[in-house]
């Protein structure tokens, strides 16, 4: 006994430690993910449930491992290299094409940021509160937060304010699916139908978006992971991966279980979703809490998209690029990460053709998802040591999973145009 015991009071500060390794380590994949979930993936996960009802659910869930897969490589590329993502482009296939994807991640960053900014708009106009208030608060909040001088600190109030995507499971509880109905959808994929079709591409494509890998290769740099960190990097990536397509589900069944099949036109705004939800779930659930989920969603997603524009041009520039600096060590890249809010601010407070810009913003996500997963998986073949590349059944099953998801792309693309 006496033995036992002490084994015990011996083990306890060991899994202590362990527990507080982990709580430390965790964080750049759930973070990404949490972004992941942004304003328009949330318009297009409610506009799913709305056209299709519960037949959108088992398609999230199959996105799930997707997710991970493609995301796992930018942790291993980010321990294993030391460099970024725009670093190991330059590196391996030239300034040129460094260029040319830092370049069109800046666009993806400014455009994503225009989303967000117009979801947390839209809230606002909820309240009450014109645009230009809440999109100038939320951008001083931003530049603020990133400007603190710690990666540590930007990433616990990314994932704080992330949070309130929670709010989008409290609305699905709400809407109070019926099981009868959600089983029937969870078996029925109707591929048959073009409409179905063109939304399970844009389902898919906001899945992988080229912000999301240059950010969690850059913060897996910040955090200053190392080979021992590994298998916790992949949990933290699992984790997320799972949390962001709940959310999505979560949308899914708050819009299909309260809107679905009432013939109602194409839902393309914030606003147009929380007031159709005021009708038959009350103010409180249709515009407190749906809001909380929204700007959740925008904030986040606004964070991690500047941050990864800003650290890709500087990686591909090669002046300092940490959020460990200080604003006087890295003038250029907090420069950059403040312009971002700023220009996407602008162009929602000018009240620019936001939906034009939107359909425009998918467009361009659409056509470099190629580009970005074609670089993705040669920089795995050719940077990383051979003992952490894929092999065998596992590489093939990447590679055609990332097929799917660019051939879904190509497809949004040209659609769209």
């Known amino acids: 006994m006496q033995d036992r015991s002490a084994r015990n009071v011996a083990g306890r500060p060991t899994w202590r430690r362990r527990w507080i390794r982990y709580a430390l380590i965790l964080g750049p994949g759930i ?17 799913s449930g709305v056209q299709w009802g519960y037949s959108m659910i088992l ?34 296939f030239g300034w040129g094409w460094a260029m040319l994807s830092v370049s069109t991640l800046f666009l993806t960053s400014v455009g994503a940021l225009i989303t967000e900014f117009s979801g947390i708009a839209g809230v606002g106009t909820l309240i009450g509160v014109p645009a230009w208030v809440s999109v100038g608060l939320a951008t001083v909040i931003l530049v603020g937060i990133g400007v603190s ?23 699905a509880i709400m809407a109070r699916p019926r099981l009868g109905p959600l089983v029937h959808g969870l078996l029925s994929v109707p591929l048959a139908h073009s409409s179905y079709v ?61 809107l679905g099949h009432q013939h109602l036109p194409s839902l393309q705004s914030i606003p147009q979703i929380a007031d159709a939800l005021v009708a038959v779930m009350g ?38 690029h940490s959020l460990n600096h200080r604003f006087r060590e890295a003038p250029l890249f907090y420069t950059i990460y403040t312009m971002a809010h700023v220009a996407g601010a602008v162009l929602v407070i000018a009240s620019i053709d936001l939906v034009r ?26 940077s990383l ?14 590679w055609l999973l990332s097929g799917l998801v660019m051939t879904f792309g190509v497809y949004m693309m040209i659609v769209s145009l």
């Open 149 to 171: 001088g710690r990666y540590q600190r930007v990433e616990w109030i990314g994932i704080a304010l992330g949070s309130l995507e929670l709010a989008f499971i409290v609305t």
């Open 283 to 320: 103010s409180t659930a249709g515009k407190i809490i749906f809001g909380a989920g929204i700007l959740g969603a925008g904030f986040v997603a606004a964070l991690v998209a500047s941050l990864a524009g800003a650290w890709g041009i500087g990686e591909a520039f090669g002046f300092n």
């Open 31 to 47: 973070m990404v993910m949490l972004a992941d979930t942004d304003v328009g993936s949330v318009v297009t996960a409610a506009q």
């Open 59 to 92: 398609p999230q869930l199959i996105l799930i491992p997707i997710l991970y897969l493609i995301q796992e490589i930018t942790v291993r590329l980010g321990i294993f290299t030391g460099r970024g993502h725009g670093q190991l482009i330059r590196d391996q």
């Open 198 to 258: 063109f939304l399970l591409a844009a389902n898919v494509g906001a899945v992988i978006m080229p912000w999301m890998i240059f950010y969690q290769q850059g913060a897996v740099i910040d955090k200053h992971w190392t080979a021992h960190d590994l298998q916790a990097a992949r949990w933290d990536t699992g984790v997320g991966a799972v949390i962001t397509q709940v959310l999505m589900i979560a949308v899914v069944l708050t819009t299909a279980a309260t």
């Open 357 to 382: 810009l939107t359909v425009d913003v998918e467009v361009m996500n659409a056509m470099l998802l190629p580009i970005v997963l074609g670089f993705l998986l040669a920089l795995e073949a050719k």
């Open 385 to 398: 040591p051979p003992a952490y590349r894929m092999r065998g059944l596992y590489r093939v099953v990447v």
